[in-house]
RNA sequence: GCUCCCAUCGUCUAGAGGCCUAGGACGGAGCCCUCUCAAGGCUUAAACCCGGGUUCGAAUCCCGGUGGGAGCGCCA
């Protein structure tokens, strides 16, 4: 049978780092097996659905590269197939009318809550042999409910949390249709689940309590049962839960942080998953090496400082030209203008040593593009002094001689210029880094006299001269 | 309150009864290298929640406790 997983969001925000494990989690497994993906949303709470957040989970998805397999499934779209099998189990005697108002239930649960005992319905509405149900009060419309199977346990066996048990009478009926008629999720999963086939149900472990729910409901309807793999949450740095309040981001925020989809993607098949002493993985090697038995069935903690440095490594040996067009975004979105820069290609090469995120290196890249914004202070004040002035005017009729700008070429003077002089390299180099950077970090000297170009920096160190005279 | 889940260095984790003097990685500390920042190399500190069992032997299995978390909606 083949395998085939989904990802069903509830569109009511972006999409957070949390729920993009768990979509890579579903992709995963699917890929691994040559199987499908389904993206699905789970819209049939329309008063806290927006088209906006569909929007933003489809962008968060498609930026991680985390494709759907088939047409992306709305459930408000398929309500007449819900309600066909609602007819279906009111006709078989799996769910009946309830005519309970809210406010019958509210006295119910705080009834029992007092009582200390788990609030659910007590089913003074469910049929029973030999039972007399109360006539239903005039112009109230009834909600469905299911009709939960009385005795005997509900077995899970969960491929990360291991074999987990519930015993039915803990399970009430729920509602699955509301008095509007709009179906309501435990209900709409199973029938999704159920009519696309899907063979590993991956989720958020928050729905453990809602499985059994779900598996008698498969059962009434004489579904074949999904396996159930439910993955554990992600913790904040405290160790506290994520929420908007607290440190909850978008998947697009880690990318104006810098991220690349797949530095982001390889910190989070880590969080929770491993193989053996593995940190680092392609896209493909996850694909090929995922499973559930090395995910860890505890909740892990996002680590700002790991992802860093994670991200780091997949920039370090990652083909600058796929690199490319992420910085791009980057150097766009910081108002840099292209056209008289060097290649990005050659940038990313020469920068990515020392940037852990396209930000950091988009920052110490501005000055290859366009003018130099003025010095940094301190840098200034401990590399520009009269020796450094006169070191720079010299270098520069040195630089303005040669016939070819090569870093070899560019090298042989500095490095001749410095042995000549009996000056150390650094007494060179950070001059030339400030007056031609305007910072004392840059990729090395010959590199980035280079990248700057021959007119670029010559007129920089000139002017880097004539500033420190005129002081 | 009830049901369910979880528990190894600060963090992510390896670990399926002896291979554990508990390994790796991030972060920390130190040294080396060095034209800056990095990168790299080497060294180092740092953990099995507690208590009972089972066993010749337990981080690993069982029970209890403690601590954390989730769920208990005409939300998803």
């Known amino acids: 049978m083949s395998v085939v997983t989904r990802f069903a969001p509830s569109p009511t925000g972006f999409l957070h780092i949390g729920g993009a494990r768990t979509a890579l989690f579903s992709w995963l497994y699917a890929k691994k097996h040559g199987g499908k993906f389904l993206l699905r949303v789970e819209d049939t709470d329309r008063e806290r659905s927006t088209q906006e957040a569909v929007d933003a989970i489809f962008e968060g998805m498609a930026w991680l590269g985390l494709k759907s397999d088939f047409d992306i499934v709305y459930q408000t779209k398929r309500f007449d197939r819900y309600a066909e099998v609602i007819q279906q189990m009111l006709k078989a005697g799996t769910a009946y009318h309830c005519y309970c108002s809210k406010q019958e239930l509210d006295v119910m649960r705080a009834a029992q809550q007092a009582n200390k005992q788990k609030p659910r319905y007590d089913g ?267 070191v720079l005017d010299e270098l520069t009729q040195q630089l303005k001689a040669l016939t070819e700008w090569t870093a070899p070429a560019i090298h042989t003077v500095v490095n001749g210029y410095a042995e000549a002089k009996g000056l150390g390299l650094g007494k060179i180099a950070q001059p030339i880094r400030v007056a031609v950077a305007g910072m004392a970090v840059s990729p090395p000297i010959d590199q980035t006299l280079l990248l700057l170009g021959r007119e670029r920096t010559l007129a920089r160190l000139a002017a880097a001269v004539a500033h420190i005279r005129a002081k």
């Open 124 to 390: 003074r509405w469910r049929p029973e042999v030999g039972k007399t149900l109360p006539s239903p009060p005039p112009d109230v419309k009834p909600v469905v409910r299911f009709r939960n199977p009385s005795d005997g346990d509900v077995v899970l066996d969960d491929l990360i949390k291991g074999k987990i048990v519930f015993a039915s009478d803990e399970l009430d009926d729920l509602i699955i249709a509301r008095a509007d008629g709009v179906p309501t999720y435990n209900f709409c999963v199973v029938v999704d689940d159920m009519d696309m086939g899907i063979t590993h149900v991956i989720r958020g472990d928050d729905h453990v309590n809602n499985t059994p729910r779900q598996i008698n409901i498969l059962k009434a309807l004489g579904a074949t049962l999904p396996k159930y793999a439910h993955v554990s949450m992600i913790l904040g740095a405290d160790g506290t839960k994520l929420s908007k309040r607290h440190g909850a981001l978008g998947v697009m925020e880690y990318r104006a942080m810098g991220f690349m989809p797949e530095g982001i993607l390889n910190y989070l098949v880590r969080l929770g998953w491993s193989h053996g002493d593995q940190e680092l993985f392609s896209r493909d090697e996850m694909c090929k090496l995922f499973d559930f038995d090395h995910v860890s069935a505890s909740p892990a903690r996002f680590d700002m400082e790991k992802a860093y440095w994670v991200n780091h490594q997949y920039l370090k040996v990652t083909d600058p030209a796929i690199v490319a067009p992420e910085f791009e975004w980057h150097l766009k979105r910081a108002g840099v203008d292209l056209s008289k820069g060097p290649a990005l290609t050659a940038v990313i090469e020469q920068q990515r040593e020392r940037c852990k995120t396209l930000v950091e290196m988009t920052e110490k890249s501005l000055f290859f593009f366009g003018d130099l914004a003025g010095y940094n202070e301190k840098d200034a004040a401990k590399h520009f002094n009269e020796e450094s002035a006169a």
